[in-house]
């Protein structure tokens, strides 16, 4: 069978109810991951399945009671979404090894040789994370593992992280959304919460991850927050 007509079923469960379809593999994943925006090249069929094998379709009225709609394509793009969607062997070997790339890039670009303080070449890297055996999640943010790889290498390669200090700025109305995932980049050294509910903070960071963060705060805030570099080391 070609790999075009190979498929998958891709699942969601909630409250004993399971829904399911079947779908093309590529296409699944480069739709959840926003590559491929036409969602009927993903559906091998566009129906909803209670038992995908055993052909049995998913009531009506069971998807309008947890969907809020009949609609296949619909209910599909959550599916794809928030459900779960099976790797093939060659897909999950792909998603690895970019994110190796990009966590190697990562420790690159932000660490240096401290007995030199020359950046690391990215292939001794590569070689160091190949002998300490580091496991590579295909779907965590390349940063995160990038800190814990790290502590990893130290115990056989010199490695000192290029820091910098930022101060930052967050109105009221979008802390909810953004202190989790701007705590998440770094160490907060100091933090404070004016009366209007403005959250302000000094929060160390990997240098090269400046830029990152100007952009995040920006998208969190659709602009209102405000980030300012204070030292880098």
Same mark, same amino acid.
């Not at 009927?40 to 995908?52: G, H, N, P, Q, R």
């Not at 190796?100 to 070689?127: A, H, L, W, Y």
């Given at each position: 069978?070609?790999?075009?007509?190979?498929?998958?079923?891709?699942?969601?469960?909630?409250?004993?109810?399971?829904?399911?379809?079947?779908?093309?593999?590529?296409?699944?994943?480069?739709?959840?991951?926003?590559?491929?925006?036409?969602?009927?090249?993903?559906?091998?069929?566009?129906?909803?399945?209670?038992?995908?094998?055993?052909?049995?379709? &998913?009531?009506? $009225?069971?998807?309008?009671?947890?969907?809020?709609? %009949?609609?296949?394509? =619909?209910? @599909?793009?959550? +599916? !794809?979404?928030?459900?779960?969607?099976?790797?093939?062997?060659?897909?999950?070997?792909?998603?690895?090894?970019?994110?190796?790339?990009?966590?190697?890039?990562?420790?690159?670009?932000?660490?240096?040789?401290?007995?030199?303080?020359?950046?690391?070449?990215?292939?001794?890297?590569?070689? &160091?994370?190949? $002998?300490?055996?580091?496991?590579?999640?295909?779907? %965590?943010?390349?940063? =995160?593992? @990038?800190?814990? +790889? !790290?502590?990893?290498?130290?115990?056989?390669?010199?490695?000192?992280?290029?820091?910098?200090?930022?101060?930052?700025?967050?109105?009221?109305?979008?802390?909810?959304?953004?202190?989790?995932?701007?705590?998440?980049?770094?160490?907060?050294?100091?933090?404070?919460?004016?009366?209007?509910?403005?959250?302000?903070?000094?929060?160390?960071?990997?240098?090269?991850?400046?830029?990152?963060?100007?952009?995040?705060?920006?998208?969190?805030?659709?602009?209102?927050?405000?980030?300012?570099?204070?030292?880098?080391?």
């Amino acid at each position: 069978m070609s790999e075009k007509h190979k498929f998958i079923i891709a699942r969601y469960s909630i409250k004993g109810k399971k829904f399911e379809i079947l779908v093309y593999p590529e296409e699944a994943w480069n739709y959840r991951l926003g590559k491929l925006k036409d969602i009927s090249k993903v559906l091998v069929y566009a129906e909803i399945y209670k038992d995908a094998k055993k052909g049995l379709r &998913a009531s009506e $009225e069971d998807l309008l009671m947890v969907f809020g709609t %009949k609609d296949v394509y =619909e209910i @599909a793009d959550y +599916i !794809i979404r928030k459900g779960e969607l099976p790797l093939t062997a060659e897909q999950r070997r792909r998603l690895i090894e970019e994110k190796k790339r990009q966590i190697i890039t990562f420790i690159s670009r932000n660490c240096i040789d401290p007995r030199t303080g020359r950046p690391i070449p990215p292939t001794r890297i590569e070689s &160091a994370m190949k $002998e300490v055996r580091v496991a590579i999640d295909p779907f %965590k943010p390349a940063d =995160e593992q @990038a800190l814990q +790889i !790290i502590k990893a290498l130290r115990k056989i390669l010199p490695l000192k992280i290029a820091k910098a200090l930022v101060a930052v700025k967050i109105p009221a109305k979008y802390v909810g959304k953004a202190y989790g995932a701007i705590i998440r980049m770094g160490e907060v050294k100091r933090e404070a919460w004016l009366p209007d509910g403005t959250w302000i903070a000094e929060i160390e960071i990997p240098a090269g991850l400046q830029l990152d963060l100007t952009e995040k705060v920006a998208r969190l805030t659709k602009g209102e927050g405000q980030v300012r570099i204070l030292s880098s080391r």
